[in-house]
């Protein structure tokens, strides 16, 4: 059971340029979620997936798009890179989007654009 | 709108001293409250929750955390720390009027000296 898997764990980027952050739950989980963490700002909810089939803007949705390609994978898309971008990335699930569910969190990608 | 706040951003302590990180949030309805801690390189990992019944919540590691509804915090607790227990440490808030997304504080660094 490995929870909660992202890829790549690290990641450089050039301004411009595109790329896709991947996320997988193996806990059957409806709902997930990415954030982005930035020092001293903790982490911002970027956008969600409450259910296979839905996805909705967070706090801080701008550059970004998503994916929730089935009930298992949720994927984040830069479509063109900028330096604000860089950051680390969060992926996360939790049972449903009622309240008394815990949210699992998977280890981090860093992401810089330079 | 609704917000979280750590007053403390760098704490250090000796080994064996007590520990108390304060969390506040700005909501008059029902909340649920989380605090998740980060080991250096690490994910986040949840800490202790609380949802509804006896305010004072015990977690894992030896940390507590009482929710004081009047007011509005959630602090958090460990008698004695240990060179381990250093990590960034987050608390987290779901609102009631905010279906499933958590609200995070900018996070706590701890540092324990050995």
């Known amino acids: 059971n490995a929870g909660v898997t992202q890829t790549p764990k690290f990641q450089v980027l050039k301004t411009g340029q595109s790329m896709t952050l991947q996320c997988a739950q193996d806990m059957n989980h409806n709902s997930m979620y990415w954030y982005r963490q930035d020092p001293g700002m903790g982490l911002r909810l970027i956008y969600y997936s409450a259910s296979e089939g839905t996805t909705d803007k967070g706090e801080v949705p701008n550059g970004y798009n998503v994916s929730r390609l089935n009930k298992r994978e949720f994927s984040l898309r830069l479509e063109s890179a900028a330096p604000s971008q860089t950051s680390v990335y969060f992926c996360?699930?939790?049972?449903?989007?009622?309240?008394?569910?815990?949210?699992?969190f998977g280890e981090g990608s860093w992401l810089t654009v330079v | 709108a609704q917000s979280v706040s750590q007053h403390n951003h760098h704490v250090i302590l000796s080994e064996a001293a007590s520990l108390e990180l304060g969390c506040n949030y700005s909501y008059g309805g029902t909340v649920n409250l989380f605090w998740y801690v980060q080991y250096p390189g690490q994910h986040l990992q949840l800490l202790l929750k609380y949802f509804s019944g006896d305010p004072l919540v015990k977690g894992i590691k030896g940390f507590e955390a009482e929710f004081i509804k009047s007011k509005f915090s959630f602090n958090l607790r460990k008698p004695s720390v240990q060179w381990s227990d250093t990590a960034e440490y987050f608390c987290?808030?779901?609102?009631?009027?905010?279906?499933?997304?958590?609200?995070f504080g900018g996070g706590t660094r701890l540092m324990v000296k050995p």
């Open positions: 996360a699930s939790s049972v449903g989007a009622n309240s008394g569910n815990t949210i699992y």
């Open positions: 987290a808030v779901r609102f009631n009027n905010a279906g499933n997304m958590l609200t």
